[in-house]
């Protein structure tokens, strides 16, 4: 028996199996989806210095609240974001209690964001169709819940996403995208959803998350994502220089 049936043999009994790499093509699919565009507006940063601060395009006017899933111990996103354009925010976040300086202005419920709503999940339709039922204007979104968005991507529907002016999002495990049956199963699907309806207009790499490379590139393992919905572009110019002049390492 060769040592290459052998391995099959010991991979099988012990439920594993060596994952195949996607194709040249799909990695460079990756880097371009990951390479903001210019959309007409500025940017502007919303939230703390450091970790908890986002890029955002400057497209706040007559937004009326804000979906804010993943809390612990920082809100300075929504503090900022009330404070400079009176935007409120509806927080979830089964993992800790309500913050204890949290304002009248806005909502927290101790549940966590899942595919389906069971004991201490809500879904995403039951998020929109029940919580915010009430808001029939423009929403955003800040998502940060460790691994969480990819629940919320692939159960959301377009009209659903419609709903959201702009989405800011903190992506976890990039480097898992590289897997081909990872990426056919969960990504590629997903990546086609969101940007029907949503363009990139920033990327910034989480250098708390580390890094990894592949067929030469180098990639952040965790990257936060600002989308902005195409129907509020005023131009297409070509792709932003990124760092931008705002941004700032979490750590």
Known sequence: MSIRNALIIIFRYMGFFPYRFISKENSKRIIQILSPIENGHELIRIGAEKDGGYLLPDDLNGV?????????NNWSFEKD?????????????????KPSDLTNEHTFYKKYIGSSSFKDFI??????????KKFTGDL???????????????T??????????????????????IQKRYFD????????????????????????????????????????????RKDRAKLYGGYREIPHPLDADNV
């Open 64 to 72: 009326e609240v804000c979906f804010s899933p993943g809390v612990a």
């Open 81 to 97: 974001l009330f404070q400079k354009f009176k935007i409120a925010s509806i927080m979830y976040d089964g993992s800790v209690s």
């Open 123 to 132: 879904s995403i339709s039951d998020v929109l169709n029940i919580d915010f």
């Open 140 to 154: 955003i979104a800040q998502i940060d819940i460790e691994g969480g968005e990819y629940s919320i991507f692939n």
């Open 156 to 177: 959301i529907s377009e009209s659903e996403l419609m709903r959201f002016r702009i989405i800011v999002v903190e992506i976890h495990e990039i480097d898992r995208w």
């Open 185 to 228: 199963d969960t990504i590629n699907s997903m990546l086609d959803k969101v940007f029907t309806t949503h363009d990139l207009v920033h990327a910034h790499p989480n250098n708390h998350g580390g890094y990894f490379r592949f067929k030469g590139y180098k990639f952040p393992k965790v990257v936060e994502l600002t989308l902005h």
